[in-house]
């Protein structure tokens, strides 16, 4: 009997490779990438309908036995994982229960089948319909309310709608940069069986949301063999005043009470769904003065930026979900094995400007700053020459330069290592504009 397996990962580069490589169980393990992770990253070239052919040729070419087939990335990876799987018969969610997921619309609608006080008014328009305010507001929602594409990721292409003015620009918006996003997901949903009311709602549409906020926070989950798994939650931090992202901390801060509710919520809606032997994470407000939960979205798969908060407080990233599920065992999990007490993933951004970046931290800058605070992790995302607003990924106020990775013994400790280490990070910039 072989004592190995191989684990084909889609979009696999090396900074996940070594991640993976140090999951428990990695020593019986072989990981092969599917797709290069350039392809994955740019829909625009690099078709989701030639992708998914060019990872049928490689695996059909593989000669050994294929055990699972794995992904840790966003649309369009997890939407494509379903599809290879089913042909290739390893384990996943079916892509009908991953859609009732990552389809905006749909997912709506099932998690108001279940969980209705904890979903906030909605409805789907199209942003080429010159009369699409007036149909928003027929559905009953009126300023201040919040937009974005039927599939997102991130807070790409989404805006808070305070005038009409805010509207018509976040309208002119849409409709320019659209299409990267409808088009690929047009072609999975091809694959799919849908309900004719969402069939009609196909990627070029968005969704208009009543707004919600509060403490935003995420639990990492998975179901295996039917059993929903709550094992994280992952608090989310702004910066004041905009939606862009601040840090992600672990564990939550959340009321105990509060904890418990979202993890029921989650066990509800996961189950109605018929999502099964995959992971997941949900995100939630909780509305402190009203004492009110709301349910965000929901992410059908591990959250990249939680790995290493994971790896930090508990032991292992959680990539090992993914595995384990990949190859059909129920997850084996640390809980608090880890090197600190709290971890964090920054984001170190600059707001409402575009400009051309002149200088980034060099390597030996970097470096020394990792050595004086250990367990820290700086990754640029920009390079010199290159101008922010060709940065993919990125939410309709900001652009994150680095991200950094920390742990700490308590926040106090850790926010003050991050205010000393950012301070230290030299960006210059030239052509600025705003």
């Not at 020593?27 to 052919?53: C, K, W």
């Not at 969610?93 to 979903?119: A, D, G, M, N």
């Not at 549409?205 to 992952?234: K, P």
């Amino acid at each position: 009997m072989d004592d190995y397996k191989n684990i084909f990962v889609v979009g696999l580069n090396d900074f996940n490779r070594s991640r993976l490589e140090q999951l428990r169980g990695a020593e019986h393990y072989r990981f092969h990438g599917v797709i290069a992770p350039e392809a994955v990253y740019d829909t625009e070239v690099f078709s989701i309908a030639d992708m998914l052919q060019e990872a049928t040729t490689q695996l059909e070419a593989f000669e050994d036995h294929i055990d699972a087939i794995v992904g840790y990335m966003d649309f369009p990876v997890s939407t494509m994982l379903p599809i290879l799987c089913e042909r290739f018969g390893t384990r996943t969610t079916s892509l009908e229960s991953l859609l009732k997921c990552e389809h905006k619309y749909w997912s709506r609608k099932v998690q108001r089948e279940v969980i209705p006080e904890f979903i906030p008014n909605f409805t789907a328009f199209d942003p080429f319909d010159d009369d699409a305010l007036t149909a928003i507001g027929e559905a009953g929602l009126y300023f201040p309310f919040f937009v974005k594409p039927i599939k997102s990721s991130g807070s790409r292409l989404g805006f808070r709608i305070d005038t009409p003015e805010d509207f018509y620009h976040a309208v002119e918006r849409l409709r320019a940069d659209i299409g990267l996003i409808a088009d690929p997901f047009n072609t999975v949903l091809e694959h799919a069986q849908l309900p004719k009311d969402v069939a009609e709602v196909d990627g070029g549409y968005c969704m208009a949301e009543e707004i919600i906020g509060g403490w935003q926070c995420t639990v990492e989950g998975y179901v295996y063999e039917g059993d929903v798994v709550s094992y994280g939650i992952v608090d989310s931090l702004r910066y004041p005043q905009v939606l862009s992202f601040f840090h992600y901390r672990y564990p939550s801060g959340l009321p105990k009470k509060i904890q418990d509710k979202i993890i029921e919520l989650t066990d509800k809606v996961m189950t109605h769904i018929g999502y099964d032997n995959s992971a997941f994470n949900i995100e939630y407000f909780w509305d402190e003065v009203q004492d009110r939960l709301w349910l965000l979205e929901i992410n059908t798969r591990i959250s990249q930026s939680h790995c290493d908060l994971f790896e930090k407080v508990d032991g292992v990233s959680n990539q090992q979900i993914t595995v384990d599920l990949g190859l059909g065992k129920r997850p084996d999990m640390p809980y608090r094995q880890g090197d600190y007490a709290i971890g964090a993933k920054f984001f170190y951004r600059v707001f409402f400007v575009d400009a051309v970046v002149t200088r980034v931290p060099s390597r030996e800058e970097i470096d020394a700053l990792q050595q004086e605070f250990p367990g820290t992790l700086i990754a640029l995302q920009v390079e010199e020459g290159q101008r922010l607003s060709t940065l993919a990924e990125q939410d309709s106020y900001s652009f994150a330069l680095a991200y950094i990775w920390t742990g700490a013994k308590d926040e106090t400790e850790l926010l003050a290592n991050y205010e000393s280490l950012a301070s230290r990070l030299n960006f210059e910039f030239d052509e600025i504009i705003g």
